[in-house]
């Protein structure tokens, strides 16, 4: 099958979302299919093709959101290339200036479309709008998430239960939803995969300690992550125990503002921040931590979770309906939903190292169920199913054109 993908954001650029799209990638790469990429040039103003790698970069003018940038929704120089690619289904993983491209481009040329709904954008719209406007923000959010995935989507795929329920319950979404968790690859997070040589210069690189307890984050840097939580939170433990360390690993607008709060807390050696990370790099730190924490209640999945998980590092979450889909409680991973709850987890599992050992053993049996292998064979049955859809939507108006032309002809 020749499959094309559109991405706002592809690799080198480092995200949940593009960690999924390469992981699809190369499950369906590994299948036998043809995988086009289509995504923004984050590096300079210019059309990029690379024929080996199957990877076409559009040129964007800055958002100076993060380092995403807005390109042409119907780049004609683009077209000609992706014509000639033949493509059999289009999977578009954005409804922004690329999404409305894959739309375009997809009615144009009759090609069945799949969508991903990536992100709980009504979570966010309270730190855009700061309360203004809110209630005809979430109306117009509605009118356009509707129009994109029920007008113009064959197949339709979420993540979670809770996207679903928004779908479903709240915007009475009539075609088929599909609920497929994103899949990692698990492996390039296993034990052995991991250079001891090269995990030994990481620690003494941040200045980790081998009696060091390490909880661990990784996520954009927004006030949307409620990172400020974690830090706050840090204050109490480290006065319990000294020697716990949280390390933040990622970037965004908000870095300073909580490397500043970290400071004014006392807690400058107690909290490390890593900066922008490589995707190759990223399996070290986890294998870093002994906890992995996230406050987050913004999140479709948290891809972050399954790759922690997969370390055999355990996950301490906000009780949040995209998380508790992932994570068994008491099993695998704890929930908090105070300040409270999360400062009793942390030493819960410090005090307890047998029983955090025990943890850590089932939250790697759980990631097993989120392998590259298993979410590529469930997509590609979306892809089928939309192929087939397609066509017969095609059969069904060829018949209705005929009868249309014997109706003239005898009126």
């Not at 800055?62 to 120089?77: A, C, K, M, N, W």
């Not at 009696?211 to 433990?237: P, Q, S, Y």
Request: charged share 30%; aromatic share 14%; proline share 3%.
């Amino acid at each position: 099958m020749r499959i094309g993908i559109f991405s706002e954001t592809y690799t080198p650029y480092i995200s949940g979302l593009v960690t999924s799209i390469a992981m699809l990638k190369g499950a369906l790469e590994k299948q036998g299919h043809e995988v086009y990429v289509v995504t923004a040039n984050l590096e300079s103003f210019k059309y990029e093709y690379d024929e080996k790698e199957k990877i076409l970069k559009i040129p964007g003018i800055p958002t100076g959101i993060y380092d995403s940038r807005l390109s042409s929704i119907y780049p004609v120089r683009a077209v000609n290339i992706i014509k000639g690619w033949h493509l059999e289904v289009i999977h578009s993983q954005t409804e922004f200036a690329i999404g409305t491209f894959a739309r375009l481009f997809a009615k144009q040329f009759n090609i069945p479309l799949v969508h991903t709904y990536h992100t709980m954008y009504e979570d966010y719209i309270y730190y855009i709008t700061k309360g203004y406007f809110e209630k005809s923000s979430k109306k117009l959010l509605e009118y356009f998430t509707k129009f994109y995935c029920d007008t113009t989507a064959t197949e339709l795929i979420v993540p979670t239960n809770k996207t679903y329920k928004l779908f479903k319950e709240k915007y009475n979404f009539e075609k088929n939803i599909n609920i497929i968790p994103t899949g990692i690859e698990i492996e390039r997070f296993y034990d052995d995969k991991i250079n001891s040589n090269e995990l030994k210069d990481l620690k003494n690189n941040l200045n980790i300690n081998k009696n060091d307890f390490i909880l661990l984050f990784v996520g954009r840097l927004a006030e949307e992550k409620n990172v400020e939580f974690l830090i706050k939170a840090h204050k109490t433990i480290k006065e319990k125990h000294n020697n716990i360390k949280l390390v933040i690993v990622g970037d965004g607008p908000d870095k300073e503002k909580y490397e500043s709060y970290a400071e004014k807390l006392g807690l400058k050696d107690s909290v490390i921040f890593t900066g922008k990370t490589s995707w190759e790099d990223m399996p070290y730190y986890y294998h870093l931590a002994n906890i992995f924490v996230t406050a987050s209640k913004t999140e479709t999945q948290g891809l972050t979770i399954i790759e922690a998980m997969a370390s055999n590092v355990v996950p301490v979450c906000m009780r949040d309906e995209a998380f508790i889909s992932m994570v068994t409680e008491e099993l695998d991973g704890l929930f908090f939903e105070t300040q409270d709850e999360y400062i009793k987890d942390i030493l819960r599992l410090y005090d307890n190292p047998k029983e955090l050992e025990r943890f850590d053993k089932q939250a790697r049996i759980q990631a097993e169920t989120y392998s590259s292998k298993y979410y590529g064979e469930r997509v590609l049955e979306v892809y089928n199913r939309a192929i087939k859809e397609k066509q017969s939507e095609n059969r069904f108006g060829l018949i209705s054109k005929i009868v249309r032309s014997i109706k003239e002809r005898f009126q």
